[in-house]
């Protein structure tokens, strides 16, 4: 049952008068697999995520979810939970009321709707709080209790609309690693908006990123990182530079770079970690003239520049810094360049 | 059942619905009010009356089975979808097709010689299968992804676009018609322009020495003074309290709310017993000068009197708004540079306030335009647009056709007035309001203006005493008009008398028909005038539509015209078939609804305005749809905004005259009109008592509504506090 | 939830209740003083049991009501007001034929009127026209005719009613055309309007308003002067030496009306002497038209009064009516 389909997008368009948010996407999402829409803003992963919860409605193309087209269907008709930016917990409620309010308005009764929420509550750690009003508790408790929320109703889709905007910068890791953690243990499909790289690449099993409307990728993390399709990808999943040059005979050539790159022959683009620059003093092979040299805490980062590119490269403390004015020879290693146009 | 069959047999479910319900009423409830002359069907329904020659009506009745028909192939399909729309329209125009005297034009009497004997307004019948030929195209709409899909607000976008559109658009529409047919039905531009430009619409005499001004120039000549002097007041009244060290600013601001709840009439009656010809002051001053006391208060005097007395605290509060609003720093910024009080007050506070000013100066002029009630009383002969609209329907020589002119003058004037508004503030951005805490304490007056304030203020405050005096003493001694103060009850007598006699509780005083009649409307007319406004409020706030725009303008629009202006409007196009529902109830109820939905509407928009968005959508992605929505998770949330809809709503229902004066019947009189009698009759301690009456009931309804809506428990912290107040 | 039950049960019970017409109502469209209004309806209403629905208006108002209402009516009896406008009404039939039983105990001019409408319209009451002046107002000599109202000392102090609204004005107008000639009379009413301050919508507002002395003069009939001064104000009632026109106050059923029952209940009522025998008892001291009823001691007496022979049936046609009321739209008016 692994494979069968969750979620499918087949050229989905949503045009908000002569606006186009979402440019004829076409996407399908397995069965239990977290999925990310990462892009920056205006990109349309928003817009995609809603229109999964039926928020919106496509202009033209088809929804479907667990099979069943659900192009012109409203949000109340179609089973999916949804975890907001501002969690959206009902003020006037208390905790269990707000866990308790889907099953409710589902048509179950109201013993049975409670009985779930307390169920869920406890599952996820909340059991003391049932009674408290959202007012009274603190930023992660009430991220939890948009979770349960969301999750009560064994939703077909569970979506996450930048869950963790609102969460203290050093509390995100762990809320990520419960939400990672809870999405496997429920065994729920899950589409999750952000437009952090870093927390993309660390709950998804897949990423979709987004640019102007369009995909720009679809891959796992290690997919992205390692083979960007496009520059744009390459420069938004982590930091990148980008060199253009051309191959020539199965070599990529700019100025005085010089690295073997199989490929057609032409004008080429290439993407070159930082952590993947080697530098060391000294003239010979490409070269560059430090222009920074910037200390931060893990590591070392050097703005270098060269023949070809302003260069960013990140060195590991264990290595001593360079002053910046100091002419520099760059190693880089034959599996370093990913071409990217 | 898999959720997905649910959803489905819910949603054929409510197609089912409306299919029995347009069965129901094409079938079996009787078509029309009043069966027309000669009808005698089988059974009085739409069926009915096709069947016996009134063909005409075949069209609507064959809608329903093509629309089962269509249903079963397609429900959400196009021709289904088309079937209902073309039934709607049918409908419509079938209803003014056959008028009551016959068919509008001639084709159709060749083809149905039954349609000379005409036919009369909609019944039950009628307006239900309106009702469901919306509901079904609503349905329709919705599965077709209208209103991102939810049926309920599909339902109310078009349910609501449709009253408007019958109870604000058709009636103007139908006035502007009434302008332009002559005195023998004809329809031309020659009785128009003759109206329109008749000298006692224009005339300058009054100008150039002679008696009299042509009925538009009063009116503005009136309007233009009572918002110059109200606004002067109201800006003194505001400097002193946000400027001075004035102790009672809360008194004051309570007592702003005075004028809202005081029926009309009243205060022109309490004018005339303290200024009328015998009146305490008139008759004072003649002794002191001895002179012959003279009617020197009716006329432009005595209504710029009593408006100037209503519209004070309304441009007291916009401009107490403005002045609290001005930051302190600015102006020490400007004594740090070495200006002293006086200029600083001329060369900063000044220029910030002119926004404020020009929204109150404005808002008077609108209000003085509408002003019906105070003109009636004190005008002896000098008559107003709003008044000579009235006369032109209501004497003996009824005449629509000078009426609907007037009117249309009057609706051009207050939407210039309003356009005006709106260029002016939406031009000029000064907001020093910046969030930042405003440090600087606000400068005090300048001494001199100081002392004008004060002597602006205090004869103000005084007149507005000693006629708040007479309307409470007024109604309980023997004759307030000749002074006789000897206390009685015999008016509270007169107007609320009762006895248990043998068939239980009898009323006999003459003021219980219009009073439980006037509480029995405003009791339907304010929560459903809620209702609409909120609803309409959320729809514009939270839904998106095609025609969202001139949805919106259209509620706004209903804002704009002057009460005697809708009266007049109501009595043009409801007199008469299709839609004939003058002299009933609901005709009341329904004037008071699109009357002041608006201010529920703004109340609705600013408290959403607050609320994020968000909660709703996770209402609905918890499977809530637009309706469970709107009452679990909306409603709790904007209750100040609720209260100020129903509070407001309710208290215009109950002292609102210039629309209603042409509505009410002798079944169905309301008080304010049973008052305006009293006081052409020359009673006045009636007048008062059934006024103070009045009073007392409403500030118990608003206690109770308070009662009955309740407090929001949001926790400890108090958000979300909707800040509207009614401009009206 | 139970609220918006309790709402909606309310609500369609309220609409539903004009569709069922409620058993025993009466729809009373009232043209005298209010005061006389309210007491016929409490007493119909004690009597009966007949919840009376009463609205006061001028005839004139009424008469237009009805024209409106034509068609489809919602009053069942007009009672009261001038003849003229309840000719009218009789003459295009909005008001009903019924030949009371009562007709036998009426005085001669009650039945005339009732001949003349076709049974359409009844007498219920007589009283001449003439003015009241407060006597704290009006010095030396008194006003005794017509062209005494022409003095300069009275210049804005004079009111009467204006005659698209009510009956006693449209009696004025009528008189004065019989009196003096139709041209004649406008010029009077030109010349007169020099001195009216104001033309109220209810005819006998003028002479409430002599009695507080917001006017000195108030051209009505003449017992609602005398009704002033009974009760106790500074008015005196005028006959004007030039004759007077006078009032046959009439009562009409409305055609179709919704409760005909009883309405015809009320008719034959309302001429019975003790019914009659009410406005004494509310200040109107009208000569009734019930052979039987008492005739109030402070009615002016008729024979005592320069009466013209009045041309019920000439200025009571919608012809005459309409056009004289044009006539004075567009000469008087207008001037306003």
Aim: some cysteine; aromatic content about 8%; charged content about 15%.
């Amino acid at each position: 049952m692994t494979d069968e389909i969750a979620i499918q997008f087949a050229d989905v368009t949503k045009r908000y008068g002569t606006a186009v948010a979402v440019d004829s996407i076409s996407l399908s999402i397995t069965k239990g697999e977290m999925v990310t829409f990462l892009g920056p803003s205006g990109c349309g992963k928003t817009t995609s995520l809603r229109l999964i919860a039926g928020l919106e409605l496509p202009t033209s193309g088809m929804v479907r979810i667990a099979g069943r087209d659900v192009s012109q269907r409203a949000a109340s008709e179609r089973n999916v939970g949804m975890v907001f930016q501002s969690y959206a917990l009902f003020p006037h409620m208390n905790v269990l009321e707000n866990v308790a309010y889907g099953p409710m308005i589902r048509g179950e009764p109201k013993a049975t709707a409670r009985e779930r929420a307390h169920e869920i509550l406890e599952q996820i750690g909340l059991k003391g709080l049932s009674e408290r009003l959202p007012s009274e508790l603190s930023g992660g408790q009430q991220q939890r209790v948009a979770v349960a929320r969301a999750i009560v109703q064994q939703p077909d889709v569970l979506l996450f609309d930048e869950p963790l905007s609102n969460v203290d910068a050093k509390l995100r890791r762990k809320v990520r690693g419960e939400i990672r953690e809870l999405q496997k243990r429920f065994g729920l499909t899950a589409v999750y908006v952000t437009h952090d790289q870093e927390e993309a690449l660390a709950v998804s099993d897949r990423i979709v990123v987004m640019q102007a409307g369009q995909i720009a990728q679809i891959g796992t993390p290690r997919d992205l990182y390692e083979r960007p399709a496009s520059p744009f990808v390459a420069d938004f999943i982590g930091d990148a530079n980008l060199v253009a040059g051309h191959v020539k005979d199965g070599r990529f050539i700019a100025a005085d770079l010089n690295l073997p790159l199989a490929g057609t022959d032409g004008a080429a683009q290439i993407s070159l970690r930082p952590e993947r620059i080697g530098i060391a003093p000294g003239d010979a092979g490409p070269v560059g003239t430090v222009r920074s040299c910037t200390y931060l805490g893990s590591r070392w980062e050097f703005e270098i520049e060269t023949g070809f590119a302003e260069l960013l490269a990140s060195r590991p403390m264990t290595e001593a810094p360079i002053a910046p004015g100091t002419r520099v020879t760059l190693t880089i290693p034959e599996t370093a360049p990913i071409r990217v146009a | 059942m898999t959720p997905d069959e649910i959803r489905a047999s819910r949603a054929a479910r409510e197609r089912l619905a409306w299919l029995v319900l347009l069965a129901l009423a094409v079938l079996v409830l009787p078509w029309h009010r009043a069966m027309p002359t000669d009808a005698t069907p089988l059974i009085p329904s739409a069926l009915g009356l096709a069947a016996e020659g009134r063909g005409w009506l075949w069209p609507v009745v064959l809608s329903l089975p093509l629309l089962v028909w269509a249903g079963m192939r397609d429900a959400a399909g196009r021709l289904f979808l088309g079937l209902a729309l073309a039934g709607f329209v049918v409908l419509v125009v079938q209803g003014f097709a056959v008028g009551l005297r016959g068919p509008a034009f001639d084709g159709l009497a060749a083809v149905f010689p039954v349609a000379a004997q005409g036919q009369t307004g909609f019944g039950w019948g009628g307006f239900v299968a309106g009702l469901a030929f919306l509901g079904l195209i609503a349905h329709t709409l919705a599965l077709r992804g209208f209103c991102r899909g939810d049926r309920f607000s599909a339902s109310a976008v078009v349910f609501i676009v449709a009253l408007l559109g019958l109870f604000v658009f058709f009636p103007i529409l139908k006035l502007a018609t009434a302008a332009f047919v002559g005195p023998d039905g004809e329809l031309a531009l020659g009785p128009f322009r003759d109206r329109l430009f008749a000298p006692d619409i224009w005339r300058l005499d009054c100008l150039t020495g002679g008696r009299r001004c042509g009925v538009v120039i009063n009116s503005l000549m009136l309007g233009l003074l009572a918002a110059t002097i109200s606004t002067a007041l109201g800006l003194a009244l505001a400097l002193i309290v946000a400027r001075t060290s004035f102790r009672f600013k809360q008194t004051l601001r309570a007592l702003s709310i005075l004028p809202i709840i005081t029926p009309p009439f009243v205060v022109g009656v309490a004018i005339i017993v303290l200024f009328g010809r015998t009146g305490l002051l008139t008759q004072f001053g003649a002794e002191v000068f001895d002179v012959r006391p003279t009617r020197w208060v009716y006329g432009l005097t005595g209504i710029l009197m009593a408006q100037v007395l209503a519209f004070t605290p309304i441009t007291f509060l916009v401009l107490l708004g403005t002045v609290e609003a001005i930051n302190p720093t600015l102006e020490e910024a400007s004594q740090t540079l070495g200006a002293g009080p006086v200029k600083t007050f001329f060369k900063i506070t000044w220029p910030l306030l002119r926004p404020g000013i020009a929204a109150a100066f404005l808002l008077a002029f609108i209000e003085s335009l509408a002003d019906f009630g105070n003109p009636i009383v004190l005008g002896g002969g000098f008559e107003v647009l709003s008044t000579r609209i009235f006369f032109a329907v209501a004497g003996a020589r009824y005449d629509l056709g000078h009426a609907a002119t007037l009117a249309m003058l009057l609706l051009s004037l207050t939407l210039i007035a309003f356009w005006l508004q709106s260029r002016w503030l939406g031009r000029k951005s000064y907001v020093t309001v910046t969030g930042k805490s405003d440090a600087g304490l606000a400068s005090t007056l300048p001494f001199g203006l100081k002392g004008v304030a004060w002597a602006v203020v205090i004869p103000f405050v005084l007149f507005t005493m000693g006629v708040y005096i007479v309307v409470l003493v007024g109604g309980f001694v023997h004759d307030i008009g000749r002074w006789d103060l000897t206390p009685t009850f015999a008016h509270l007598r007169t107007a609320f008398a009762f006895e248990i006699g043998a068939s239980g509780l009898e009323f006999y005083g003459s003021a219980w028909n219009s009073m439980k009649t006037t509480l029995l409307v405003s009791a339907i007319a304010a929560p459903l005038t809620t209702a609409v406004g909120i609803m309409t409020a959320w729809l514009v706030a939270r839904q998106d539509f095609a025609g969202k725009n001139a949805f919106e303008f259209g509620t706004m629009l209903s804002f704009a015209i002057p009460g005697t202006v809708v009266g007049v409007s109501y009595v043009a196009a409801f007199n008469v078939p299709p839609v004939d529902i003058t002299g009933t109830a609901a005709i009341l109820v329904i004037c008071f609804v699109f009357r002041n939905m608006p201010v529920g509407m703004r109340a609705g928009l600013a408290a959403f305005a607050q609320i994020d968005r968000s909660m709703e959508e996770a209402s609905q992605t918890m499977g809530a749809g637009g309706a469970a929505t709107l009452r679990r998770v909306v409603l709790p949330l904007v209750k100040p905004a609720v209260f100020t809809a129903l509070v407001y709503s309710f208290v215009t229902a109950m002292t609102a005259v210039s629309a209603v004066i042409f509505l009410v019947s002798a079944r169905h009189n309301m008080a304010t009109a049973y008052i305006m009698g009293r006081v052409e009759a020359g009673e006045y301690a009636l007048a008062i008592t059934y006024s103070t009456v009045l009073m007392i009931v409403m500030i118990i309804c608003i206690v109770l509504i308070q009662l009955l809506v309740g407090a929001r428990k949001l926790g400890r912290r108090r958000e979300f506090q909707g800040q509207t107040t009614p401009a009206e | 939830m139970r609220k918006t039950t309790i709402l909606s049960a309310t609500l369609a019970g309220f609409i539903a209740a004009p569709i069922a017409a409620s058993a025993d109502e009466l729809v009373l469209y009232c043209s005298v003083q209010e005061e006389w209004c309210r007491l016929m309806a409490e007493s119909f209403q004690r009597e009966t049991g007949i919840n009376v629905l009463m609205t006061r208006r001028s005839s004139g108002e009424t008469y237009a009501q009805l024209k409106a209402e034509e068609g489809q009516p919602r009053g069942d009896v007009w009672w009261g007001g001038t003849g003229d406008p309840h000719l009218q009404a009789a003459e295009e039939g909005l008001t009903a034929v019924y030949e009371s039983p009562m007709l036998a105990e009426l005085q001669d001019w009650a039945v005339s009127q009732a001949n003349a409408s076709g049974m359409r319209t009844v007498g219920i009451y007589a009283g001449a026209l003439g003015y009241g002046f407060n006597t704290e107002l009006v010095d030396d000599p008194a006003p005794a005719c017509w062209a005494d109202l022409l003095d300069d000392r009275f210049r804005d102090d004079i009111q009467v009613a204006n005659p698209n609204s009510s009956g006693t004005a449209y009696t004025l107008l009528a008189t004065l055309v019989q009196i003096m000639g139709e041209d004649e009379a406008f010029e009077f009413l030109g010349e007169l309007d020099e001195n009216i301050s104001q033309y109220t919508q209810s005819g006998a507002a003028p002479i409430r308003n002599a009695a507080t002395g917001e006017t000195a003069i108030g051209i009505v009939f003449m017992h609602d002067a005398v009704a002033q001064a009974v009760q106790g104000a500074p008015i005196a009632a005028v006959a004007p030496c030039e004759g007077t026109g006078y009032e046959i106050g009439s009562m009409s059923l409305v055609e179709g009306g919704p409760n005909p029952d009883n309405a015809r209940a009320f008719y034959d009522w309302a001429l019975s002497p003790e019914a009659q025998a009410l406005g004494a008892e509310a200040n109107s001291f009208q000569v009734p038209s019930n052979r039987n009823a008492p005739v109030p001691p402070e009615s002016p007496a008729l024979d005592q009064i320069t009466l013209i022979d009045y041309d019920f049936e000439t200025y009571g046609s919608s012809d005459t009516r309409q056009r004289l009321l044009a006539r004075w739209d567009d000469e008087i008016g207008a001037r306003r």
